[in-house]
Each structure stands twice: as structure tokens, then as C-alpha cells.
Antibody
Framework: EEQLVESGGGLMQPGGSLRLSCAASGFTVSGNHMTWVRQAPGKGLEWVSTIYIPEITDYADSVKGRFAISRDTIKNTLYLQMRSLRPEDTALYYCARIVLGSGYAMDVWGQGTTVTVSS | DVQMTQSPSSLSASVGDRVTISCRAN??????LNWYQKKPGKAPNLLIF???TLHSGVPSRFSGSGSGTDFTLTIDGLQPEDFATYLC?????????FGHGTKVDMK
């Protein structure tokens, strides 16, 4: 079964750092474009970042320069390194696989990990 | 950023009804438009990609149409498990953006 499991969320103070992990099973993160999407409390879905094949990355303006997406082919895991966290980064963070040849639709999603940024 | 506007924001329907949900973009997306179903506490579930292509395993009562700026998701014969929120998402240009959703609840 193709599955993604996120971890690493938690309560952080503004200015802090956190690394989210997204472990894949049933497929390889290295063989797919992968993405992070977040949902702030009471808000809609917001795309955060994508890593393409090959290693081209893209970021929402709101996180550019603070977040970094990467993947480990041996651990078959996607990461989101988050720095200089702000209260507005508080959200449920999902990782997702992008369907190849789909025009960048997201077909496998994790259950999400919650990040709370508050003093 | 591309603005995605869904209508209606909510609707009430009965099992067996035909439901149509609209998604409009403020610029042309050609066919880079995807539809998702979302239930509370669950991750989104891909229904349609490329505006009209049914994702594998999705029931055929779901269909998508449109191109350019105007798109429609149709559920032909609403089932009990279809009561949920439906979201459109454009993948034509970065940053990808989502509509705010259409909540389908029971009449």
C-alpha cells in the first residue's frame, strides 16, 4: 500500500526551528515529485513547497528563505526544514505525492502533523 | 497569485441528487485544474486531475468539465459517503492555489 506518514510537528516559540519528516512506503520519494501543503486553523489549504525530479525546488513566497525541502533516498523520506518560525506558520502540515503525468495533482497524502508557533 | 473562486460555498442535497460545483480562476489555467474531496480530520482525496480525468479508483459518478477559467465538478447520483467538502486546485502556475471549498451537506 502506498502511504505517507508525517512526523516532527510540535509547539515552538517564534524564531525557532523545526524539521518535519514524511516517511514513504510502497513507492519511492526519489522517483516522484513531492510537495508540502498546510492548513492553518479555520483556513483553507495553502501550498508550501515542492521538490521535483531532478532536484528543483519551489516555495511559496511566505516561506521562501526560511523553509527548505529535501529528501533522503536511502531513508525514503521527505523533509521540510523550517527556520525563523512565525505565528502565522501555525498549521497542519501535509506531505503529498504528485502524480506523474497528471499536471501536478496530488494523489497520496499523509495524515498531517501539527505545528504550533506561539510564545 | 491565481485566485480560485468556488461556488456555491455550501449546498444541501439528498442522496441520489445531481450536484454541480463551480470553480473559476482569474486567469486561464488551460486544463491544469484538479478536484479533491475533503472530510473533517482527513487528508484531501484526489478525484479529478487535468480538469476532466477521473483518478484511479474514483467512482464514475464523479466527473469534471471545463477549461481555461471555468470548471465544474459534477456528482451524478450523490451517495451517503459523498457528503464532504470539495476543493479545486490550480497547478498551472506557481504558487499553486486552492479554492476555499464547497461543503455538501444533507438536506
Amino acid at each position: 500500500e502506498e502511504q505517507l506518514v508525517e512526523s516532527g510537528g510540535g509547539l515552538m516559540q517564534p524564531g525557532g526551528s523545526l524539521r518535519l519528516s514524511c516517511a514513504a512506503s510502497g513507492f519511492t520519494v526519489s522517483g516522484n515529485h513531492m510537495t508540502w501543503v498546510r492548513q492553518a486553523p479555520g483556513k483553507g489549504l495553502e501550498w508550501v513547497s515542492t521538490i521535483y525530479i531532478p532536484e528543483i525546488t519551489d516555495y511559496a513566497d511566505s516561506v521562501k528563505g526560511r523553509f527548505a525541502i529535501s529528501r533522503d533516498t536511502i531513508k525514503n523520506t521527505l523533509y521540510l526544514q523550517m527556520r525563523s518560525l512565525r505565528p502565522e506558520d501555525t498549521a497542519l502540515y501535509y506531505c503529498a505525492r504528485i502524480v506523474l503525468g497528471s499536471g501536478y495533482a496530488m494523489d497520496v497524502w499523509g495524515q498531517g502533523t501539527t505545528v504550533t508557533v506561539s510564545s | 497569485d491565481v485566485q480560485m473562486t468556488q461556488s456555491p460555498s455550501s449546498l444541501s442535497a439528498s442522496v441520489g441528487d445531481r450536484v454541480t460545483i463551480s470553480c473559476r480562476a482569474n486567469q486561464s489555467l488551460t486544463d491544469f485544474l484538479n478536484w479533491y474531496q475533503k472530510k473533517p480530520g482527513k487528508a484531501p482525496n484526489l478525484l479529478i486531475f487535468g480538469a476532466t480525468t477521473l483518478h484511479s479508483g474514483v467512482p464514475s459518478r464523479f466527473s469534471g468539465s471545463g477549461s481555461g477559467t471555468d470548471f465544474t465538478l459534477t456528482i451524478d447520483g450523490l451517495q451517503p459517503e459523498d457528503f464532504a467538502t470539495y476543493l479545486c486546485q490550480q497547478s498551472f502556475t506557481s504558487p499553486w492555489t486552492f479554492g476555499h471549498g464547497t461543503k455538501v451537506d444533507m438536506k
